[in-house]
């Protein structure tokens, strides 16, 4: 990852990629008829872990080098691709 942009551009890019990639797969899932009133009570159950682990992520952030970040930011969305072009 070779692109003189700061850390900040690299998350907001990151959310950006999940989040539209999750409301694609919402979307699909939902029209093929898969979303049961189970997976809704999942979903329901892991919200509070997910905030919690939000607001620790916000509160205490990770000292990670800047280097570090780019090198996961590549390797994850390497592995992405990958796994897409396999499936």
Excluded: K
């Amino acid at each position: 990852y070779r692109e003189p942009i700061g850390i900040p551009a690299i998350r907001a890019t990151l959310l950006a990629f999940f989040a539209a990639a999750t409301l694609t797969r919402l979307t699909a899932t939902g029209a093929s008829g898969a979303i049961t009133g189970d997976v809704l009570v999942w979903a329901r159950l892991s919200t509070p872990a997910v905030l919690a682990g939000t607001w620790a992520g916000r509160r205490y952030p990770p000292h990670v080098p800047d280097l570090a970040m780019r090198r996961f930011a590549f390797v994850l969305l390497a592995a992405l691709g990958g796994a897409l072009l396999l499936g």
